[in-house]
């Protein structure tokens, strides 16, 4: 007699097929299908509205002791500096040439915004594209009145001032009075916008420099030189002592990339299980409550409607997520055909080895049938979304807590959590995923892969008989603790 259940193809493909084109027909599966191109039209339309979500705010500064209003503002200019290198530096991902890359970066820590767009106009003409400074969250405008008493009004927001010849409120005033010393000023910032910290968090900024520079200068020292030796200083070089590939063994984003790709990898794999097996829950529970099961049950088996409804919504959940990955492998195949960074074309071609991709699909399958079983089994126990609710919460905490160990696997893939969460089943695939990258003997992948593949099959025979019991017997939440009661505890009904 053989163990394995008996099952009819063409019943428990009709299954798949009801739960799959049930639950496609609705609103809701083509809202999600069509979420990333709503979201991606919707970026594009508020680009082109040009609408403003966070309105410049304008500050006037009342300096009575004459020594920081100006400096002030050059450090408000020298931040804005700063911010454009950064903008600026992302260009240099996409420079092949390694010595121009480094010269590029120097120059723009060294010399500014300005120096690296030349630089790029002289050297890479093709990244030298028109270079806009995104807008500041404040400005600095002329104060309208020259003592607080006469600046309340303005900033009460009882009186406007004229900026380009348009009305506008003041949203803010430092005021610089006089101090036990010139480098400590007695400094105030008024405001009603309490929640906006940018102006001040610039005030701190400056009178901590002042107090740097008054001591420097005290020692003879020059701020200028110390900024930009600090600027031009040499960086560790990163070397990876089991690189093999040729002479040189620097590390650089081909040996990064893989970790990304699989900290990603994980993610949607966790998303993809707990989506399809939140699906199962509620689908067993609707047609539980509506005695459509009970219908079923005339012409098919337990194990054709379990199989079916693995099937049915495994398919739901790979049409949803459909765009997403089209997404992603059009991506990953552009840029490993046309990207400039060699480094990362070797990166992602490393990351998406056969390995990574017989195991992702491997995880994939026996993590889905592994939670979906429990929900499964728990959705024919509930009698209400309330029961199923309460059965529920403890696979959904585990299921959450498996998230802590997908960043483990970009930040420590060394971590003695995520080796240990590689061998239990719950957090496995997940687990193993993210630390493929690191090289895992193949031993612990197996092995791995073992338990959870032991615990999926105990999981479906349990499924099978929970399954059989909530469903013949009606059973609810007080079916099973009646049961705990009569057969653990020994207590009579």
């Known amino acids: 007699m053989s163990l394995l259940p008996k099952v009819n193809m063409r019943r428990t493909f009709l299954i798949a097929r009801r739960d799959y084109i049930g639950y496609v027909k609705t609103w809701g599966f083509w809202i999600s299908f069509l979420l990333p191109f709503l979201f991606g039209g919707f970026g594009i339309l508020m680009a082109r509205a040009d609408i403003d979500l966070t309105p410049t705010q304008y500050v006037t500064v009342i300096d009575t002791t004459g020594e920081h209003e100006a400096n002030l503002m050059a450090l408000d200019a020298e931040n804005k500096d700063v911010q454009a290198q950064a903008i600026l530096a ?38 030298s594209t028109e270079f806009v400074v995104p807008s500041s969250e404040f400005t600095f405008v002329p104060p309208p009145a020259r003592t607080l008493k006469d600046l309340l009004p303005y900033l009460r927001g009882e009186k406007m001032i004229m900026v380009d010849g348009e009305p506008a409120e003041l949203g803010g005033a430092v005021i610089f009075k006089a101090g036990e010393s010139p480098e400590r000023p007695q400094t105030e910032y008024w405001s009603s916008n309490v929640n906006k910290v940018d102006v001040p968090n610039l005030v701190d900024h400056y009178l901590r420099r002042l107090a740097r520079v008054t001591y420097l200068d005290s020692k003879g020292l020059s701020v200028e030189e110390l900024d930009r030796l600090v600027a031009t200083a040499p960086e560790a070089v990163l070397y990876n002592p089991i690189k093999t590939q ?56 337990f194990s054709e409607i379990i199989l079916g409804k693995l099937l049915g919504v495994a398919a739901l959940t790979l049409s949803m997520m459909a765009p997403y990955i089209i997404v992603g492998v059009v991506g990953v195949i552009g840029y490993v055909a ?28 026996l993590g889905y049938i592994l939670y979906g079983a429990f929900f499964i089994a728990l959705g024919s126990l509930s009698s209400s979304m309330q029961d199923a609710q309460t059965l529920t919460t403890p696979i959904l905490f585990v299921l959450m807590a498996c998230v ?55 999981t479906i025979a349990m499924a099978g008989r929970i399954f059989r019991f909530g469903i013949l017997s009606g059973a609810g939440a007080e079916v099973v603790i009646t049961w705990f009661k009569r057969v653990v505890l020994r207590r009579k009904a």
């Open 404 to 458: 802590v160990v997908i960043p483990l696997g970009l930040t420590a893939p060394d971590s003695p959590l995520l080796r240990i969460a590689t061998f239990i089943p719950f957090s496995a695939p997940f687990a193993a995923i993210v630390r493929l990258p690191s090289d895992p003997p193949m031993w612990e992948l197996l092995l791995s892969t073992a338990f959870l593949l032991l615990l999926c099959i105990g």
């Open 90 to 127: 992302t260009r240099a991902y996409f420079i092949q040439d390694k010595k121009k890359r480094a010269d590029f970066l120097r120059i723009l820590r060294a010399e500014g915004a300005d120096a690296g767009q030349t630089y790029l106009k002289q050297n890479i003409p093709t990244l």
């Open 338 to 365: 046309f990207g400039p960074d060699q480094d990362v074309v070797k990166g992602l071609v490393s990351a998406f080895s056969a390995k990574m991709i017989i195991f992702l699909i491997i995880y994939l399958i």
């Open 246 to 301: 040729g002479s040189d063994q620097g590390v650089n984003s081909s040996d990064t990339v893989p970790f990304v790709v699989a900290t990603i990898l994980a993610g949607f794999l966790w998303l993809a299980i707990f989506s399809g097996a939140y699906m199962l829950l509620t689908s067993m529970l609707e047609e539980k409550l509506n005695k459509l099961l009970e219908m079923m049950l005339a012409t098919t088996r």
